[in-house]
């Protein structure tokens, strides 16, 4: 196990390389200029504007950039907000933590949705409970999450008035009132993601179960006297989360697209509307650093999913 | 024995469906129609599509008329699903929106298949370091983080875009360009491995052995039958696309403000989401509905095209 999973962290060395390759190149390609306000102001001499591209090496070659920046991340300097005037890393180590915890959160739910709609649906195909459940997860990830972000606001914000729709991070409250306020303004946006995600995956856990479920194996396992939730969860579930992962795996950049959406809506102080926030402004350190910590992030989750796979099948660890 | 697929919905097929036996176009429609809900979504899409093509003819109501006596009215005889801040109608406006969403996803899915055919088809096809390479690349832009990157593309290349063509057409371009190069990565992988498996199989033997060049082999045998599961990814690109054209507007990142897409007019609603929400409403109703049905003939298209696969 420990040498499979340093395979896949010199794996997905070449993979974080190739990205910031593809980001910084889109990046240098781009017209925008972060001194390009200085340009028209007649206040500012050309002489300092040309001073302050040669100190941030805005002249150099592309090649050159790119070292120099990559370099620079590596020790740990991930540059300064021409907007915020504050150290980037200080900026997206005091956003991450809010991201985090909804996507963590929304996904927990998502699992917790997905896993027993999926498994009993397939257990009892084309039942009546079935097919309620596929046309609910048709309708669930047809929904994209900024239409169901607004509808739970007009529905439990606006009408019924039981929930905040602004994420707020300056909490009056102390104490088990302080959880309860956090609990009760996570709510929606973790719903959003939640059930977003939920949905689909439900399709994958079923179809994924239902593969599994008429081998042989199982057969034997149900010969042998074994309860039937014993064979469902033993020999069924773990067999079938196998591709389960995999197509989760994948779907992880659109998990954190949706984050964005959703943070966005409801205002949460997360790396995502910090993100919307910075392209509005033209803050390229900050655009780049965050559009690379959410590559991190996908590369973190793909590690997780591999790992999952060797405690899922044994036999590709050892492979 | 992803190769034993049966016949796709080609272009062929359809030439072949005067042939006197049951063609595969009309077996495929067979199979199709036993899809209820499928075939329900088809006819939603349609009236969808018509409705956003003469729809303008049939509601000549023009979408930038401001008129302040009617501001954030619900429906009515004169507006049917309400007016706007400014007054405007709401229903021309989700009309206008709709041809620039359906125009996207559509263009989009193209270059989508476009470029997943291609590379899948040129990693099938050449085995060892360009089979890799491309593979490589293809797994990298499956983990690039999309949503980011689209919303930085756009907004980085828009100016510059917009002084070579007008606002409109030029955000369309870029749209259209970027939404399909980040969807192409299932589509390569579907076709490679179709490629993959279908080169071995013993009509392209033959064809080889019959003196049969690469290219023909190519386009004659191996690409019409690896088209099905193709056909189904391209549709729920189209889905997908929309809805990443959608979020882009709702983010105030895509088209110009003065150009009501869908994403467009729910991002100028979510402000007025206590007074108008018919306003919010009527556009994310029309997003929803859209997607739904292009997700359900998708699946019925999956049933029909691409048996083997359940997910």
Same mark, same amino acid.
């Given at each position: 196990?420990?040498?499979?999973?340093?395979?896949?962290?010199?794996?997905?060395?070449?993979?974080?390389? @190739? *990205?910031?390759?593809?980001?910084?190149?889109?990046?240098?390609?781009?017209?925008?200029?972060?001194?390009?306000?200085?340009?028209?102001?007649?206040?500012?001499?050309?002489?300092?504007?040309?001073?302050?591209?040669?100190?941030?090496?805005?002249?150099?070659?592309?090649?050159?950039?790119?070292?120099?920046?990559?370099?620079?991340?590596?020790?740990?300097?991930?540059?300064?907000?021409?907007?915020?005037?504050?150290?980037?890393?200080?900026?997206?180590?005091?956003?991450?933590?809010?991201?985090? %915890?909804? *996507?963590?959160?929304?996904?927990?739910?998502?699992?917790?949705?997905?896993?027993?709609?999926?498994?009993?649906?397939?257990?009892?195909?084309?039942?009546?409970?079935?097919?309620?459940?596929?046309?609910?997860?048709?309708?669930?990830?047809?929904?994209?999450?900024?239409?169901?972000?607004?509808?739970?606001?007009?529905?439990?914000?606006?009408?019924?008035?039981?929930?905040?729709?602004?994420?707020?991070?300056?909490?009056?409250?102390?104490?088990?009132?302080?959880?309860?306020?956090?609990?009760?303004?996570?709510?929606?946006?973790?719903?959003?993601? @939640?059930?977003?995600?939920?949905?689909?995956?439900?399709?994958?856990?079923?179809?994924?179960?239902? &593969?599994?479920?008429?081998?042989?194996?199982?057969?034997?396992?149900?010969?042998?006297?074994?309860?039937?939730?014993?064979?469902?969860?033993?020999?069924?579930?773990?067999?079938?989360?196998?591709?389960?992962?995999?197509?989760?795996?994948?779907?992880?950049?659109?998990?954190? @697209?949706?984050?964005?959406?959703?943070?966005?809506?409801?205002?949460?102080?997360?790396?995502?509307?910090?993100?919307?926030?910075?392209?509005?402004?033209?803050?390229?350190?900050?655009?780049?650093?965050?559009?690379?910590?959410?590559?991190?992030?996908?590369?973190?989750?793909?590690?997780?999913?591999?790992?999952?796979?060797?405690?899922?099948?044994?036999?590709?660890?050892?492979? | 024995?992803?190769?034993?697929?049966?016949?796709?919905?080609?272009?062929?097929?359809?030439?072949?469906?005067?042939?006197?036996?049951?063609?595969?176009?009309? &077996?495929?429609?067979?199979?199709?129609?036993?899809?209820?809900?499928?075939?329900?979504?088809?006819?939603?899409?349609?009236?969808?599509?018509?409705?956003?093509?003469?729809?303008?003819?049939?509601?000549?109501?023009? *979408?930038?008329?401001?008129?302040?006596?009617?501001?954030?009215?619900?429906?009515?005889?004169?507006?049917?699903?309400?007016? &706007?801040?400014? @007054?405007?109608?709401?229903?021309?406006?989700?009309?206008?929106?709709?041809? *620039?969403?359906?125009?996207?996803?559509?263009?989009?899915?193209?270059?989508?298949?476009?470029?997943?055919?291609?590379?899948?088809?040129?990693?099938?096809?050449?085995?060892?370091?360009?089979?890799?390479?491309?593979?490589?690349?293809?797994?990298?832009?499956?983990?690039?983080?999309?949503?980011?990157?689209?919303?930085?593309?756009?907004?980085?290349?828009?100016?510059?875009?917009?002084?070579?063509?007008?606002?409109?057409?030029?955000?369309?371009?870029?749209?259209?360009?970027?939404?399909?190069?980040?969807?192409?990565?299932?589509?390569?992988?579907?076709?490679?491995?179709?490629?993959?498996?279908?080169?071995?199989?013993?009509?392209?033997?033959?064809?080889?052995?019959?003196?049969?060049?690469?290219?023909?082999?190519?386009?004659?045998?191996?690409?019409?039958?690896?088209?099905?599961?193709?056909?189904?990814?391209?549709?729920?690109?189209?889905?997908?696309?929309?809805?990443?054209?959608?979020?882009?507007? %709702?983010?105030?990142?895509? %088209?110009?403000?003065?150009?009501?897409?869908?994403?467009?007019?729910?991002?100028?609603?979510?402000?007025?989401?206590?007074?108008?929400?018919?306003?919010?409403?009527?556009?994310?109703?029309?997003?929803?509905?859209?997607?739904?049905?292009?997700?359900?003939?998708?699946?019925?298209?999956? &049933?029909?095209?691409?048996?083997?696969?359940?997910?």
């Amino acid at each position: 196990m420990g040498r499979y999973l340093l395979r896949r962290l010199l794996i997905a060395i070449p993979s974080l390389l @190739g *990205i910031s390759i593809v980001l910084f190149t889109v990046l240098a390609l781009a017209p925008g200029d972060p001194f390009g306000e200085l340009a028209s102001n007649p206040a500012v001499p050309p002489e300092v504007r040309m001073a302050l591209r040669a100190k941030f090496g805005m002249d150099d070659p592309i090649f050159l950039r790119y070292v120099h920046w990559l370099v620079a991340m590596l020790h740990g300097d991930w540059g300064f907000s021409f907007v915020s005037r504050v150290d980037v890393d200080a900026l997206i180590w005091q956003r991450l933590p809010a991201t985090l %915890f909804v *996507i963590g959160t929304s996904q927990v739910l998502a699992l917790m949705i997905a896993l027993p709609i999926g498994v009993y649906a397939a257990t009892r195909p084309y039942s009546v409970f079935d097919q309620i459940a596929s046309t609910f997860a048709f309708i669930g990830f047809s929904l994209p999450t900024f239409f169901t972000g607004l509808l739970l606001i007009l529905i439990f914000s606006i009408d019924l008035d039981w929930l905040p729709f602004v994420f707020r991070s300056d909490l009056s409250a102390t104490g088990w009132r302080w959880y309860w306020e956090e609990f009760r303004q996570a709510i929606m946006p973790i719903a959003v993601l @939640g059930m977003f995600q939920g949905a689909s995956w439900t399709r994958y856990v079923r179809s994924a179960v239902l &593969d599994v479920i008429r081998l042989d194996y199982v057969t034997t396992a149900r010969a042998k006297g074994l309860r039937e939730g014993k064979v469902v969860i033993r020999h069924v579930v773990r067999n079938a989360l196998i591709p389960v992962v995999t197509l989760v795996a994948l779907q992880m950049p659109a998990i954190f @697209g949706g984050a964005i959406v959703t943070e966005q809506i409801f205002r949460v102080p997360g790396i995502g509307s910090l993100l919307i926030g910075s392209i509005l402004a033209n803050d390229t350190p900050v655009i780049m650093a965050v559009t690379f910590v959410f590559s991190c992030l996908v590369i973190l989750f793909n590690l997780i999913a591999d790992v999952l796979y060797g405690w899922l099948d044994p036999r590709i660890a050892y492979r | 024995m992803a190769g034993s697929t049966p016949a796709s919905l080609t272009a062929e097929a359809a030439s072949r469906a005067a042939a006197p036996q049951v063609s595969p176009a009309r &077996d495929a429609w067979r199979r199709f129609r036993r899809h209820r809900l499928a075939v329900a979504s088809s006819i939603v899409l349609l009236v969808m599509i018509l409705a956003v093509l003469l729809g303008p003819l049939l509601w000549p109501v023009a *979408i930038n008329e401001i008129d302040f006596t009617a501001r954030l009215e619900g429906p009515s005889a004169s507006h049917l699903l309400g007016t &706007d801040d400014l @007054g405007q109608d709401v229903l021309a406006r989700v009309l206008y929106g709709g041809r *620039i969403s359906l125009s996207v996803g559509l263009a989009a899915m193209m270059v989508s298949l476009l470029v997943g055919t291609l590379i899948g088809a040129v990693a099938g096809i050449s085995r060892g370091s360009v089979d890799a390479g491309l593979m490589w690349l293809t797994d990298l832009f499956l983990s690039l983080p999309q949503l980011p990157l689209l919303l930085v593309i756009t907004y980085l290349f828009r100016d510059r875009l917009k002084q070579l063509m007008g606002a409109e057409s030029s955000v369309f371009i870029l749209l259209v360009a970027v939404i399909g190069g980040f969807s192409w990565m299932p589509v390569a992988r579907l076709v490679r491995a179709q490629f993959l498996s279908l080169r071995e199989k013993e009509f392209v033997e033959a064809a080889r052995a019959l003196g049969a060049s690469t290219l023909r082999q190519v386009m004659r045998h191996i690409l019409p039958n690896s088209l099905g599961p193709v056909i189904v990814a391209g549709t729920i690109n189209v889905a997908a696309a929309i809805i990443a054209e959608s979020t882009l507007s %709702f983010l105030g990142l895509g %088209f110009p403000p003065d150009t009501p897409t869908w994403g467009r007019l729910l991002f100028d609603a979510k402000d007025y989401l206590d007074i108008a929400p018919h306003w919010a409403l009527s556009a994310g109703a029309a997003i929803f509905l859209t997607v739904l049905a292009i997700n359900f003939i998708g699946d019925g298209l999956r &049933d029909v095209l691409d048996p083997r696969r359940i997910m």
